[in-house]
């Protein structure tokens, strides 16, 4: 058994992305393969499944995709995968006064 957040009609998709591919550089550079690199693309599949395993949809069962706090947009949390992590973040975020 496992989390996902993706469908299983996403599984079968096997066209090689080259958009995805430079999100997942973007975001961390050691993160793809010698095959991906000389490709420069991934499969959707292997994008959704390198997200999943980067937060903490795989080991909460969900992730922080973004807050407003202090009328501020903040969408910076794609990489947070612990308890610790996600719980600071939440604490911080409930206990703000200025959120009405």
Same mark, same amino acid.
């Given at each position: #058994?496992?989390?996902?957040?993706? *469908?299983?009609?996403?599984?079968?998709?096997?066209?090689?992305?080259? &958009?995805?591919?430079?999100?997942?550089?973007?975001?961390?550079? !050691? +993160?793809?393969?010698?095959?991906?690199?000389? %490709?420069?693309? *991934?499969?959707?599949?292997?994008?959704?499944?390198? %997200?999943?395993?980067? =937060? =903490?949809?795989? +080991?909460?069962?969900?992730?922080?995709?973004?807050?407003?706090? !202090?009328?501020?947009? !903040?969408? &910076?949390?794609?990489?947070?995968?612990?308890?610790?992590?996600? =719980?600071?973040?939440?604490? =911080?975020?409930? #206990? !703000?006064?200025?959120?009405?």
């Amino acid at each position: #058994m496992g989390v996902r957040t993706f *469908v299983e009609e996403e599984v079968s998709l096997t066209k090689q992305r080259s &958009d995805l591919y430079e999100r997942m550089i973007q975001e961390d550079p !050691n +993160s793809t393969t010698e095959e991906e690199n000389m %490709r420069k693309s *991934v499969t959707k599949l292997r994008y959704l499944d390198w %997200r999943d395993e980067r =937060s =903490s949809s795989r +080991s909460l069962g969900f992730r922080v995709d973004g807050l407003i706090e !202090n009328g501020e947009t !903040n969408k &910076d949390f794609k990489s947070l995968k612990t308890r610790e992590e996600i =719980s600071k973040l939440l604490e =911080s975020f409930i #206990m !703000n006064t200025k959120i009405k």
